[in-house]
């Protein structure tokens, strides 16, 4: 699994024109479902999404959480992560996993957040989506289990 954790301000997704999902403070998180993953790595991954400290604290530290902010998470499904660039030009996707397996897994980890009490929004898995986001700081961590 990997996935990207923006900290934003303010995030949307559309499909074909219509919103789907909007969130205020929080984390965009692109998620890539990869081949040999399990429900326990979406579970795991989603844990350390809401409780990673990259929200700042009165004295501007990074101390805070999502959970511990009350912040939101719009939550986008995005195989291209799994892109490995090195050999030509055209990147391959082989190590994404299939659509059958992903799917279920990326509702797993939403479903693991909500769990934890984060507000989450998605976008359509596998569908052609247009986000728009402001990030905050900018603050971009990589999460690979790798």
């Known amino acids: ?7 934003v301000k303010k995030a ?3 499909v074909e024109g219509k919103t789907r999902g909007t969130i205020d403070r929080g984390l965009v998180i692109f998620l890539c479902v990869e ?8 579970v795991y991954f989603a844990g350390k999404a809401a409780r990673m400290r990259v929200f700042s604290d009165d004295d501007g530290k990074f ?7 009350g912040g939101e998470a719009l939550v986008i499904s995005q195989f291209t992560l799994a ?3 090195r050999k030509g030009n055209r990147p391959s996707f082989s190590s994404a996993a299939r659509p059958e397996i992903a799917d279920p897994l990326y509702t797993e980890y939403c479903e693991a957040l909500k769990s ?3 507000p989450v929004e998605t976008g359509v898995f596998a569908a052609h989506m247009d986000v728009g986001l402001v990030n ?8 690979d289990s790798a």
């Open 1 to 7: 699994m990997k996935a990207v954790l923006q900290r």
């Open 12 to 14: 949307s997704v559309s």
């Open 35 to 42: 081949r040999g993953d399990e429900s326990e790595t979406a």
């Open 63 to 69: 101390n805070l959480s999502l959970l511990d902010m």
């Open 83 to 85: 892109g490995n660039w």
């Open 116 to 118: 934890l009490g984060v």
């Open 136 to 143: 905050d700081g900018p603050v971009t961590i990589w999460m």
